[in-house]
């Protein structure tokens, strides 16, 4: 029976690495984008701060802007996913191409990971010192 199925856990393995590593590869963006928008954004962060802004209002401003581009893809990855489902729905038997509850086990990992990948700009973002940020151009 072990020999038998040794194939497709084989296949399973790489697939599971393929989009372990596409996960990762998509944190990476998210983070490098968001890291350079605080970076770019430090004046008008310490002008913020300055003027009274606290942390909270920070970390809101940073996942803010993280938040749109993640709900983007993820909206786009649920729309084109369901419509590659209906289309290799004939291919399939015995199961069904879509499957309500590993969608959503998806979509939940994937704005966990959105969040994760918000956390330390936002944490950075809100630890600017006001004065710092002032004085730099």
Do not use: C, W
């Amino acid at each position: 029976m072990t020999d038998s199925l040794a194939t497709e856990r084989f296949e399973t393995l790489v697939l599971a690495s393929f989009g372990a590593a596409a996960l990762l590869l998509a944190m990476l963006g998210i983070y490098g984008v968001l890291s350079y928008s605080v970076v770019t954004r430090k004046q008008e962060i310490g002008v913020r701060m300055a003027l009274g802004a606290t942390r909270a209002k920070v970390y809101a401003l940073a996942f803010g802007e993280a938040s749109t581009p993640v709900f983007a893809g993820v909206i786009t990855g649920l729309v084109v996913s369901l419509l590659a489902g209906r289309s290799i729905q004939n291919l399939l038997y015995g199961t069904h191409a879509v499957d309500p509850p590993v969608i959503l086990i998806v979509t939940a990992l994937f704005l966990l990971s959105g969040a994760a990948a918000a956390f330390l700009p936002a944490r950075r973002a809100a630890s600017v010192d006001p004065m710092e940020a002032l004085r730099s151009e």
